[in-house]
């Protein structure tokens, strides 16, 4: 069974940063396209980012681009996502979700990902 376990949310002033990480049990970590998510109250769940299983190509949504960086460390089964320059918008629950398979384009289509881990909330202050 694949688990994925989240960790690295808090509360920062704008501008600060933040480090996420999502670890993958059970399964080798290279076969897996992951990909980064977050909702905030009363919105839909919209992708941040995501990297490919093939390459670790990455990819990222207008609103983060140039502020998030998506990384994996495939030795620790782990994949991380550095916030910086974090601005009061970015205030969410942060999920991070897996797909396995030879995954060259990855997506920020929700419904394209299989597993899911708990969510990290993510608060930035103003």
């Known amino acids: 069974q694949v688990q994925l376990v989240e960790s690295g949310g808090g509360m920062v002033q704008a501008g600060g940063s933040l480090r996420l990480s999502c670890t993958i049990s059970?399964?080798?970590?290279?076969?897996?396209?992951m990909g980064w998510f977050r909702q905030a109250p009363g919105k839909e769940r919209e992708g941040v980012s995501c990297i490919s299983s093939s390459d670790g190509n990455t990819y990222y949504a207008d609103s983060v681009k140039g502020r998030f960086t998506l990384s994996r460390d495939t030795a620790k089964n782990t994949a991380y996502l550095q916030l910086d320059s974090l601005k009061p918008e970015d205030t969410a629950e942060y999920y991070c979700a897996a797909v396995w398979g030879v995954i060259r384009s990855c997506t920020l289509l929700t419904d394209k990902y299989d597993f899911w881990g708990q969510g990290t909330q993510v608060t930035v202050s103003s």
């Open positions: 059970g399964h080798p970590f290279s076969r897996y396209a």
